[in-house]
């Protein structure tokens, strides 16, 4: 298949590198005066979990580039791996230009559609979750793969979501398709949300698992997110990694505690798809205002996230 890919970030790189190794024509699009930059290739540095056994390839990505669209190339997926409030803004640079091809929004999102449908019909687009992330060290992208989430809005099932499920699974990817995909990204909203002020309060990873008081603040944090979606009307119950925030057993609330402590300690997959996240003060800004002024119209108390308040207020960077 022939595809595109917004921008060379990590999640994209990652995918790009999969989809391209699978025998895919991939091309990124860059700004112009960037593609000179990528004439050597990506350094990569992958921890592979497509497979049975886990693999390593350390490397070059010898990405293909463009810096300027054509209509009469056509493309049977274009890939845009933005955050969710760029969104928007990168649909009406780029939707035009690309006449009738249909589109993956590799993306987190918290108000629904509105802002996306007038500029792209439903039929046109679907929703991904990445399970991939990584981040680049001394000019090397380390990272890992595993697989990604699709779904469409409203339940629909269009050509669009087919086509998707299809590359990636002839890339070794393993595929889930959400039944209803919002109501899925709004479940991983809500648990990054709620961690994220704990690592903020505590400067760094490493910190922030040696504080067990802390840890338990994120969680019961995590579980007022989760609360707020509910009242959203989503079923909890559907959605498994909701289950071990919303238990507030002493027992329960230990052995989250302790796995959450384990998985980023020792977990390489889990501390590798969780770097990349953790490097934009707005991202964690804006998630954190989008849960607490949500919690606040539906009537939901959210003490411990608003007791981060000065914590986010006053983020400016973060430690790796």
Request: aromatic share 10%.
């Amino acid at each position: 298949m022939k595809v595109m890919i917004v921008g060379v970030g990590v999640i994209g790189t990652i995918y790009g590198w999969a989809l391209s190794r699978a025998g895919h024509d991939v091309m990124h699009f860059v700004r112009p005066g960037k593609a000179s930059k990528y004439l050597d290739g990506i350094q990569m540095d992958v921890l592979d979990k497509r497979g049975n056994h886990d693999s390593r390839f350390i490397g070059p990505y010898s990405l293909k580039t463009i810096e300027t669209l054509d209509k009469s190339t056509h493309y049977d997926l274009v890939i845009i791996p933005v955050k969710h409030y760029q969104l928007a803004d990168a649909l009406k640079q780029i939707v035009p230009q690309l006449g009738t091809a249909n589109f993956l929004l590799l993306t987190q999102n918290w108000r629904g559609t509105e802002e996306i449908d007038p500029i792209l019909p439903q039929p046109r687009y679907l929703f991904g979750d990445a399970k991939a992330g990584g981040g680049f060290r001394d000019g090397k992208l380390v990272c890992t793969i595993k697989a990604i989430d699709l779904g469409q809005v409203d339940h629909r099932q269009d050509e669009c979501l087919k086509v998707a499920a299809e590359l990636f699974v002839s890339a070794n990817l393993k595929v889930t398709l959400q039944d209803n995909i919002l109501h899925y990204l709004w479940i991983q909203y809500a648990i990054n949300g709620g961690l994220w002020p704990i690592l903020v309060r505590a400067g760094s990873f490493e910190a922030a698992l040696s504080d067990s008081a802390l840890n338990e603040k994120g969680l019961y944090a995590v579980k007022e997110c989760l609360e707020v979606v509910a009242h959203r009307g989503v079923d909890l119950s559907r959605y498994p990694d909701a289950g071990m925030y919303m238990n507030t057993s002493f027992i329960s609330r230990q052995v989250a505690r302790l796995g959450l402590k384990w998985m980023f300690r020792h977990n390489e997959y889990v501390r590798r798809n969780s770097v990349h996240a953790l490097s934009d003060p707005q991202e964690i800004k804006t998630f954190y205002d989008d849960l607490l002024n949500t919690g606040e119209k539906l009537g939901v108390p959210m003490p411990v996230m608003a007791s981060f308040r000065q914590d986010i207020d006053n983020l400016t960077g973060f430690k790796k």
